[in-house]
């Protein structure tokens, strides 16, 4: 077998946040600083303060464009390789009759599950790649947590 690109697709990795979103976000950390400072719990006021930094910092060095890539031996994250072999399972996610992420259930401990935007078109090729290399594991839905994310465009 070789390095053959069975298939591949892109997508944009743009929140589509408007002025408010911001405005709104900014708001809650000024107001939790504030409310944390004065009611004397600093570490919670540093702590939310790192976090915000952290985000904004993650945020601003992101790629705009996620180029994905599924070979005989392999699926390609932008410049990552993960190895059938240290890839547990797959879900095709569903929000109602919409296909919204692919899950990768990664063996590894401390990153264990990747996360990839798809549409209908994209799901319909996977259900016909995927499990020639690694098992399906069906019992995924989109739950509270990725409903959340996705509301709040995080």
């Not at 993650?58 to 180029?67: G, K, L």
């Not at 995927?130 to 019992?139: A, F, R, T």
């Amino acid at each position: 077998m070789n390095n053959e690109i069975l298939y591949s697709w892109r997508f944009s990795n743009d929140k589509n946040r408007g002025n408010l979103w911001y405005i709104i976000a900014l708001s809650i950390v000024i107001w939790l600083v504030v409310w944390w400072f004065l009611s004397r719990q600093y570490p919670l006021s540093f702590l939310i303060i790192l976090i915000t930094g952290v985000y904004f910092f993650v945020e601003n060095n992101s790629e705009e464009h996620v180029d994905i890539s599924l070979t005989h031996l392999w699926v390609k994250v932008n410049n990552s390789f993960y190895d059938y072999s240290k890839i547990e399972s797959y879900s095709l996610i569903y929000n109602g009759e919409y296909a919204v992420i692919l899950r990768l259930t990664l063996i590894k401990k401390w990153l264990k599950y990747i996360d990839i935007k798809i549409d209908n078109d994209i799901a319909i090729v996977l259900k016909e790649i995927l499990p020639n290399y690694i098992k399906q594991d069906e019992k995924w839905e989109l739950n509270f947590t990725d409903k959340l994310i996705q509301i709040l465009k995080l």
